[in-house]
């Protein structure tokens, strides 16, 4: 008898092999990156990756800890966090032995005539009884070939991966709030710079319909003046259509009411300097990005499914084990002759499928080829995100620079020209066009200047935050 059931077991392990052959060889070299981004600015130069975010704003710190605190998208990534978790906890379970208790009481009853009517007349048989019991059982697969270890990787891969995108939505969410804080307080640099356009193109307003009543100026200067005055109205005007937009974008990233926004957005201290950008490598990109990690970990999941898949082509052994008690009466359930058990080995393995396990394999090779490529793109895209943000810091730094140069030389024209039709050495008219030069050009240099602010957080973003 052992020696048949020897031969069957082998039988078995021989087979099993035959189902499917060895899984795809899949090479999963790193991506290969430039030794530097092509618009680093000088290591003299460089600043901190963490100042590039606005944290000397304190309405900035206020919003960003509110949305920390309970924003919807970060409770959902949460969520999908202890979900992963979940999983993993479970597959950790199933390397472990399984416990079962159960406890029964039957009772039946049988037909004393199915036994026959030949039996001794002092032997009676009662129909009726009742049996007692309780058993404690225990199982566990030994895990030969690996399978539930894989299965174990890649639930702890796919929790890193969870941990990860909830790491790039809380990046993400700090940058789109210090975006919203930045566009804000550009619009109150706008609006300060509107009101002083509006307030000098009143006065030469006021001046050219004075000097129109007294015959010394034509009425074509008032005329003229008004429409500068006119202008800088329309263009104050529309900046609350701006500044509802931020709100609601600020009421969606936070969960908080309008009002309470609205109060902690008090006015700033006006423009900051520019803080420089900060040098690091296309290979830090590897760990900051909290995508490309995720993409990394998703990765190592898939290769841990194709072990696993490729496992399932060898024999499962299960052994186990029960203990029980069982009785027809309460008061003899705990007697020695209740005691009952059992021990058993068992191996299942596949011995012909029609190429199920094989497809299985397949597609578990292929789902691998789609995670390698889903890294290389995600390591490309903040290779990309990056180089664009470097760029764009320098480009806007030039446009701030030049936007305040032009603003500067227009008020100083100005200031020159007003000086001189004083002193009767020009005609109004010259002052009127140096004043339609220079309206607008302080607002177009703080939205410059709210744009390289801009510029850096985007960088802050490609570069992984913090």
Known sequence: MMRKAALTALLALGSAGCVAGPPPQIDTPPPILPASFSYLPDAVEAGSLAALL????AGFVALRDAALADAPSLGEAAARIERARAAARRARAERAPQLDLS??????????????????PAITIDPDRTSYGATLGARWETDLFGRLRAEQ???????DAATADADAVRVALIADIASQVVDWRSLEARQAALSRD??????????????????????????????????????LAALDGERANLVGRLVTLTARDAAWLVEQLVPGAGAQPLPAAPATLPSDLLTRRPDVAAAAARLAAADSDLAA???????????SATLGLLA???GQLFDDESLIGSLAAAIAAPLLDFGRISAEIDAAAADKKIAFQQYRAAVFD???DAESGYRLVA???????ATADEAARLARVEALTATRVRAGLADLSAELEARRQADGATERAAIAHGEARRARLLLWLALGGS
Do not use: C, M, Q, W
Request: glycine share 6%; proline share 7%; no cysteine.
């Open 54 to 57: 606005p944290h000397d704003d």
């Open 382 to 384: 903040a290779l990309g």
């Open 198 to 235: 509006l307030d000098a193109a009143d006065n030469l307003a006021r001046l050219a319909a004075s000097r129109t009543k007294a015959g010394l100026a034509p009425g074509i200067d008032a005329a003229r003046a008004e429409a500068i005055a006119a202008s800088s109205r329309s263009r």
């Open 103 to 120: 406890a029964s009481v039957e009772t039946s009853r049988t037909n004393p005539g199915s036994l026959g009517a030949s039996l001794p």
């Open 395 to 401: 480009a806007s730094d030039a446009r701030a620079f």
């Open 309 to 319: 898949t490729a496992a399932r082509r060898f024999p499962r052994l299960s052994l």
């Open 328 to 330: 027809f009466s309460p």
């Open 153 to 159: 990787r890649a639930a702890a891969a796919r929790l």
